[in-house]
T-cell receptor, first 111, second 116 residues
Framework: KQEVTQIPAALSVPEGENLVLNCSFT??????LQWFRQDPGKGLTSLLLIQSSQREQTSGRLNASLDKSSGRSTLYIAASQPGDSATYLC??????????FGSGTRLQVQP | EAGVVQSPRYKIIEKKQPVAFWCNPISGHNTLYWYLQNLGQGPELLIRYENEEAVDDSQLPKDRFSAERLKGVDSTLKIQPAELGDSAVYLCASSQPGTGETDTQYFGPGTRLTVL
């Protein structure tokens, strides 16, 4: 059974800092990996999707990497802003077309 | 383009009462998912539909939970009777038919259920 772990569970940083969120998964047979953002009381917004054949994806200040063989992904956020404060969820698609999620990293960016 | 619509947004009921949640997916999305999200956790799949057919309901507690997707569009998730432990956020998502590697799911805002 696929298990997804995210570290740290919570993170507080001053504005402008670069930061890295970590995600690990136990079964490397995945179709893709996605990073989502969830604001309090809201649904999930997809940030980046990395296919199993890809190593990284970039969108603006966000960069996600994937090392399938070691079962790891990182989400890099450059020059963090208070508006980045949210919970970030990592999810893997193992081909059942449903996602297995981690518990998330709750990020607080202090002005 | 409208996103995934869910209603109600919030529901408070007493235990042993029935409750139903409604979801309208993005137009043209054949696949519909219901997820359960407990506080401080990631969502967990309850059921997945391909058009009208429930193709994965292995995680749905069938003694009290039921779901339907009539005409392959809107879907309803029902709990009867509700228990205290059912308090959570119920998320609906939808996706287009894809290659698997590029499947992206689009989530609704969720229904927050509180069982007293």
């Amino acid at each position: 059974k696929q298990e997804v772990t995210q570290i740290p569970a919570a993170l507080s940083v001053p504005e402008g800092e670069n930061l890295v969120l970590n995600c690990s998964f136990t079964d490397s047979a995945i179709y893709n990996l996605q990073w989502f953002r969830q604001d309090p009381g809201k649904g999930l917004t997809s940030l980046l999707l990395i296919q199993s054949s890809q190593r990284e994806q970039t969108s603006g200040r966000l960069n996600a990497s994937l090392d399938k063989s070691s079962g790891r992904s990182t989400l890099y956020i450059a020059a963090s802003q208070p508006g980045d404060s949210a919970t970030y969820l990592c999810a893997v698609n193992t081909g059942r077309r449903a996602l297995t999620f981690g518990s998330g990293t709750r990020l607080q960016v202090q002005p | 383009e409208a996103g995934v619509v869910q209603s109600p947004r919030y529901k408070i009921i007493e235990k042993k009462q029935p409750v139903a949640f409604w979801c309208n997916p993005i137009s043209g999305h054949n696949t519909l998912y219901w997820y359960l999200q407990n506080l401080g956790q990631g969502p967990e799949l309850l059921i997945r539909y391909e058009n009208e057919e429930a193709v994965d309901d292995s995680q749905l507690p069938k003694d009290r939970f039921s779901a339907e997707r009539l005409k392959g569009v809107d879907s309803t998730l029902k709990i009867q009777p509700a228990e205290l432990g059912d308090s959570a956020v119920y998320l609906c998502a939808s996706s287009q038919p894809g290659t698997g590697e590029t499947d992206t799911q689009y989530f609704g805002p969720g229904t927050r259920l509180t069982v007293l």
